[in-house]
């Protein structure tokens, strides 16, 4: 923001000296970077963080020194005339856009003479950077940069049925701006048309085709608030930053609207003639009230370390604009804040206001900080313990946005096949849907990684994802917002499986998973499980199916799993708990069975597990391998260890046989496998 001292001098008292100033303003935030001499008018640059949007106008600038220095702001009064026709008479506004436009205002001005700006106005807008371009025009730079907010001229001539519609752009919708360039609109910016096209580009830069120039005789003053997330997102689309959307992207004072309409008027009227309109077309006559926020001298004292008197304090507010709304309690005052400081909601912000204008200086640098243990929640001792095992599994994390776009959001969703939440608007390109799953924005981050540097990328990510209710709409089910761990990964599903495996193990669940076969679109046939624990359903593992790799032109074989995290802390046991460990040996068999091909491993070590009961110690899968010229094309071989322990005695030779021999039993039994001697 660059301040210029001669203007700035119209509306506080300048006679302290310019540097301890610049000084004064870095310590209460308005950092100083650097100052500049143009015409002999020293011009401060300064830095003005994007919640003062307040300062971003000479008047702004001009509270803050008052403040500082306990001087008079002056602001200059308005006495604008009035004459002719009713403004309703003239023109007419439709704000179809309450969103993206909560406030629109009009005024029109009949009988102007366009021409060169006097001298004091162009020197004015010289200092701080801006051309002179004609009287209209530069009125209304001038009083933007006087008080911060953004107008805008019309060639009422050219406002087509004499008509302001506040819309969305259409869909392949142009226009082309004041800089004489071309612009792409469509249904997430907000426009300022006529009865037949846009004329401006709300917020941000006004339309060629209504644009002030010499023939201009008439005009329509446009003064508005509009939201800050539509002109930043339009500004950033277009690539079109421009004065007036850095200031509403900063908001601006909803008070400060009618006040900036008539002073620009009043302006256009001494410089180059016309009559004003009767009246004001207003879309939001009425301005909520702020609420009061409760300010407690024992606060300020805890937050600050330093006792201020209390009429000290009530002095820097009323001073910042600030009044007591006359509710008080001990030890406690009510402030309602004004309305062009948007960035004081709460008790905080008051403190900070009182702590930078008493000076941060004389806050004694020894002060007593109250320090308070800290102590992990259990929920970030579980993701740091997620996050090692991932890594130390060779995993890297990824950061993937919320919404995805129609062709990665079909590509897999595991958890369900209802159609996923939108948002109204694109929040990325292209991109409007809530992700049901993980993994497809993974699988992305893959092919990224394997396109640009041909690195196999495994991957992993914690955040929501969005589920949509299975309810008709009759009921007021909300949608279900869950909490996952996606994977993706190369190579061997059993690798995948051993990482998850010690991940359950790692948060202490004390159950092992239950994995059954599942089918789910996008992975391999047959290729795809469930996994559950104490019946509830813990997440999905599988082998992505290789037609569905070919929208990212990975090769195969990559294998993904996501897991809701919220089952799985529910029953992790992050403390450890001591255990028995046996004292007596343990004996180690091999195992070779011939089974069919359509059974799983889950299948035949649950089997196992339940055959020898408290005596397993550990079952180990070692391999899966075939031999059909031996065995036939529908059979398959698994290689499996198993490993036998008591904690009361050593196991027997003997002992140890007869339970191999009941899992022998058991497998020939329920899977018919027959073992390889």
């Not at 142009?174 to 401006?200: N, P, R």
């Not at 207003?282 to 926020?293: A, G, K, N």
């Not at 912000?349 to 992990?376: F, H, W």
Request: aromatic residues 6%.
């Amino acid at each position: 923001m660059l301040v210029s001292w001669k203007w700035l001098s119209k509306y506080v008292d300048l006679s302290m000296d310019r540097e301890e100033l610049e000084s004064r303003l870095s310590l209460s935030g308005l950092n100083h970077e650097g100052t500049t001499i143009v015409d002999g008018d020293p011009v401060i640059d300064l830095e003005v963080t994007s919640n003062r949007g307040d300062c971003l106008g000479h008047i702004g600038v001009a509270r803050e020194i008052a403040v500082l220095y306990g001087l008079n702001v002056t602001i200059p009064e308005v006495s604008l005339k009035e004459s002719g026709e009713s403004v309703d008479s003239l023109l007419s506004v439709e704000n179809r856009f309450l969103e993206g436009c909560p406030r629109y205002t009009a005024r029109v001005i009949q009988g102007v003479k366009v021409g060169p700006s006097p001298k004091w106005l162009v020197e004015s807008l010289q200092a701080v950077g801006i051309a002179s371009v004609n009287n209209v025009v530069d009125a209304t730079n001038y009083v933007m940069m006087e008080c911060g907010q953004p107008l805008h001229a019309f060639d009422y001539a050219k406002v087509a049925g004499s008509k302001i519609i506040v819309r969305r752009g259409d869909k392949k919708e142009k226009i082309e701006a004041i800089d004489h360039k071309s612009y792409d609109l469509d249904q997430t910016t907000c426009v300022i048309a006529d009865a037949k096209q846009a004329d401006a580009i709300a917020g941000v830069m006004g339309g060629a085709d209504s644009e002030v120039n010499e023939d201009t005789t008439d005009l329509v003053i446009e003064a508005a608030i509009f939201t800050p997330l539509f002109v930043r997102h339009t500004a950033r689309k277009l690539k079109l930053q421009s004065p007036s959307s850095y200031r509403f992207e900063r908001k601006v004072d909803p008070e400060g609207v009618d006040w900036a309409s008539q002073r620009v008027c009043q302006l256009i009227q001494e410089m180059a003639g016309g009559k004003v309109a009767k009246g004001i077309i207003d879309t939001l006559p009425e301005i909520p009230e702020r609420e009061s926020i409760l300010l407690r001298s024992s606060e300020i004292e805890r937050i600050l370390g330093v006792h201020i008197d209390s009429q000290e304090v009530t002095r820097i507010l009323n001073e910042l604009g600030c009044t007591a709304d006359g509710d008080d309690q001990p030890g406690s005052i009510c402030f309602v804040p004004p309305t062009w400081r948007h960035d004081l909601t709460r008790e905080a912000d008051l403190i900070e206001e009182v702590a930078r204008i008493y000076g941060y200086d004389k806050i004694p640098e020894d002060s007593p900080i109250p320090v308070a243990p800290s102590q992990k929640r259990p929920f970030d001792v579980a993701m740091e313990r997620v996050r090692l095992v991932l890594t130390a599994s060779g995993l890297s994390e990824a950061m993937t946005p919320s919404v995805v776009t129609k062709k990665l959001d079909e590509s897999l969703s595991p958890w369900t096949d209802l159609p996923a939440l939108q948002t109204q608007t694109q929040m990325l390109k292209g991109s409007k849907r809530l992700r049901r799953t993980l993994i497809p924005s993974l699988l992305q981050g893959r092919a990224n990684n394997w396109a640009t540097a041909s690195l196999e990328a495994n991957l992993f990510e914690i955040a929501h994802i969005y589920l949509p209710n299975d309810s008709d709409g009759s009921d007021d089910t909300l949608p279900s917002e869950q909490y996952c761990l996606g994977l993706v990964a190369g190579g061997d599903f059993f690798a995948l499986k051993g990482i998850v495996e010690t991940l359950i193990s790692r948060l202490g669940i004390a159950n092992d998973a239950v994995v059954e076969p599942v089918h789910r679109a996008g992975f391999v046939k047959g290729g795809a499980v469930q996994l559950t624990l104490d019946d509830v359903l813990v997440g999905y593992m599988g082998i992505v199916d290789p037609r569905t790799l070919k929208q990212w032109k990975l090769p195969a074989p990559v294998v993904a799993a996501e897991l809701s995290l919220s089952v799985l802390l529910a029953s992790s046991e992050l403390v450890p708990q001591q255990q028995s460990v046996s004292s007596f040996p343990s004996v180690q068999r091999d195992l070779n069975f011939v089974l069919s091909e359509s059974i799983r491993w889950s299948e035949m070590e649950n089997v196992v597990r339940a055959a020898i009961g408290e005596e397993l110690a550990r079952l180990t899968y070692r391999e899966t391998y075939r031999d059909a010229k031996k065995d036939g094309k529908e059979k398959k071989r698994i290689l499996m260890s198993v490993e036998l322990q008591r904690h009361d005695a050593t196991l027997s030779g003997d002992q140890a046989d007869a339970l191999i021999e009941k899992v022998i039993g058991a497998c020939k039994k329920t899977l018919k496998a027959e073992l390889l001697s």
